[in-house]
T-cell receptor, first 115, second 114 residues
Framework: KAGVTQTPRYLIKTRGQQVTLSCSPISGHRSVSWYQQTPGQGLQFLFEYFSETQRNKGNFPGRFSGRQFSNSRSEMNVSTLELGDSALYLC??????????????FGPGTRLTVL | AQTVTQSQPEMSVQEAETVTLSCTYDTSESDYYLFWYKQPPSRQMILVIRQEAYKQQNATENRFSVNFQKAAKSFSLKISDSQLGDAAMYFCALVVGYGNKLVFGAGTILRVKS
């Protein structure tokens, strides 16, 4: 089985621009979560999508948004970029069966640099 | 709200020796899971071990084992026979309730000396 893929792997943007990151989960996985990793704030949960619906949301401003498509692929968008948005953005997918907790598998991340 | 605290920013261990990474957490929920993730320089997050809160027995995965002290809300990771490939950032994480919202600690950098 192919793992979680994220595109692009690296991105450079300037302040005020917007950016869209993509995440393709493992085949059959319906839950996709996004995390932001920075040296100062560490790893922080952004949001989770399950069956095209946002199921959980972290404490990020409305500039951060996401969506999930019917094939479970997910995108996150950041509008009006700020220097502080420079980070590694990680995506994780899980099968989310009803029986028990299901492991989240992480993608390699997208490194976003805002100049 | 849930919190996870890792008080050791950095640890070193000699190859083939044993090292223990510390983690404490706080949650008012009774149903939760605890994890240790490894993040090598490639940045790929890898699950090392997990512990269900309702299980009293400590989880073990080959050279990795945990010491889960539920009353003390402590969850330490022991790495035995350390190898050079174990060098990485290690994150302790917690998830409660329904969904997949992982709460991470700040991480511990583990250096392995040959």
């Amino acid at each position: 089985k192919a793992g979680v893929t994220q595109t692009p792997r690296y991105l450079i943007k300037t302040r005020g621009q917007q950016v869209t990151l993509s995440c393709s989960p493992i085949s059959g996985h319906r839950s996709v979560s996004w995390y932001q990793q920075t040296p100062g704030q560490g790893l922080q949960f952004l949001f989770e999508y399950f069956s095209e619906t946002q199921r959980n949301k972290g404490n990020f401003p409305g500039r951060f948004s996401g969506r999930q498509f019917s094939n479970s692929r997910s995108e996150m968008n950041v509008s009006t970029l700020e220097l502080g948005d420079s980070a590694l953005y990680l995506c994780a997918s899980s099968s989310d069966s009803a029986s028990s907790y299901n492991e989240q598998f992480f993608g390699p991340g997208t490194r976003l640099t805002v100049l | 709200a849930q919190t996870v605290t890792q008080s050791q920013p950095e640890m070193s261990v000699q190859e083939a020796e044993t090292v223990t990474l510390s983690c404490t957490y706080d949650t008012s929920e009774s149903d939760y899971y605890l994890f240790w993730y490894k993040q090598p320089p490639s940045r790929q997050m890898i699950l090392v071990i997990r512990q269900e809160a309702y299980k009293q027995q400590n989880a073990t995965e080959n050279r990795f084992s945990v010491n889960f002290q539920k009353a003390a809300k402590s969850f330490s990771l022991k790495i035995s026979d350390s190898q050079l490939g174990d060098a990485a950032m290690y994150f302790c994480a917690l998830v409660v309730g329904y969904g997949n919202k992982l709460v991470f600690g700040a991480g511990t950098i583990l250096r392995v000396k040959s």
